[in-house]
């Protein structure tokens, strides 16, 4: 799934419109519920070499999202599944956003993200 594709499921399935909070970061696209401050999504573009996946001059997209502590370890054994990016390495993960990795797994772990963070 690529990094539009990603947003217009967010959007449409939740009903929520992506945030640009960082003008340095200008491609960073935050997704929080509704009313609230928390989270559940945020879609990134970071140098391949920051998750050891190639060169600083390739840029990569990847999307963080929060799941169950106890899946962490099993998910991360999986390609394109990494320690969170920049965020709690013991509840979120990073997933490289390609064509490698399941579609329908990606939305089943943006629906857990949503669903985890709603408390």
Not at 50 to 61: F, M, N, Q, R
């Amino acid at each position: 799934m690529k990094r539009n594709d990603l947003i217009n499921y967010i959007q449409n399935n939740y009903g929520v419109s992506p945030e640009y909070p960082w003008d340095k970061y200008p491609n960073y696209v935050v997704f929080r519920h509704q009313g609230s401050s928390k989270w559940f999504a945020l879609i990134m573009d970071v140098s391949a070499d920051k998750l050891h996946e190639g060169d600083s001059g390739t840029i990569i997209d990847i999307v963080d999202v929060k799941v169950e502590p106890e899946l962490v370890g099993s998910l991360r054994l999986k390609e394109g599944i990494f320690p969170a990016y920049h965020m709690n390495k013991e509840h979120w993960i990073t997933i490289k956003l390609d064509n490698n990795f399941s579609e329908s797994e990606l939305k089943s772990l943006i629906d857990g993200s949503y669903r985890l963070t709603q408390k």
